[in-house]
């Protein structure tokens, strides 16, 4: 994966197999702290003991078009690279929470890529699911959150191209 915009979209493909109906993704990035957080949030349907102790485990995976699970072994290999660690706590039946730090000015870490263009893309494929975005980087916040737009839509879906428009210029603005 080249940029953390990948990473994320992976692990919220995960979340979105998992059955989840609401996913939160918070970067919190303190430049002051040197310290650059991702934390992703599920509802969906958790993993059990022996999965959870195998996350971080490439030769893993419980797919079966597949004999390894790279996603989040490659996440925290990107932030142990860096200085940094990642946290995964999951409950069967009570959805999964991953959250990964990096060191923010560290030379290996990698680039953070399009947000932006990887929130649109889960948002126009997966529009019965809400997300909420929350990007903090120092004392500046900017949240997006699906189901607050939903509400205000009515019965226009949040996947017609005028209100992606709308979203994709908030985004950008943000």
């Not at 919190?28 to 195998?54: C, F, P, W």
């Not at 925290?76 to 706590?89: S, Y």
């Not at 947000?115 to 893309?121: D, F, H, R």
């Not at 980087?137 to 191209?161: A, F, Q």
């Amino acid at each position: 994966m080249e940029d953390l915009s990948l990473h994320i979209l992976d692990i919220v493909e995960n979340s979105i197999t998992a059955g989840a109906s609401r996913i939160e993704i918070r970067l919190r990035e303190s430049v002051k702290d040197n310290i650059l957080t991702i934390d992703i949030k599920d509802n969906g349907q958790g993993m059990d003991a022996e999965l959870l102790e195998h996350a971080c485990d490439p030769f893993y995976t419980t797919r079966t078009t597949r004999k390894v699970g790279l996603g989040i072994p490659m996440l925290a290999q990107a932030a142990r690279e860096c200085r940094g660690d990642i946290q995964v706590t999951s409950q069967k039946g009570g959805g999964t929470s991953i959250s990964v730090s990096f060191q923010h000015d560290h030379i290996d870490r990698k680039p953070m890529g399009d947000v932006g263009k990887t929130l649109i893309v889960l948002i126009v494929s997966n529009p019965e699911i809400d997300f909420f975005f929350e990007h903090k980087r120092d004392d500046k916040t900017y949240v997006l959150d699906t189901s607050e737009i939903k509400k205000e839509l009515g019965n226009i879906p949040i996947n017609t191209p005028d209100v992606i428009k709308i979203i994709k210029d908030a985004i950008s603005a943000g």
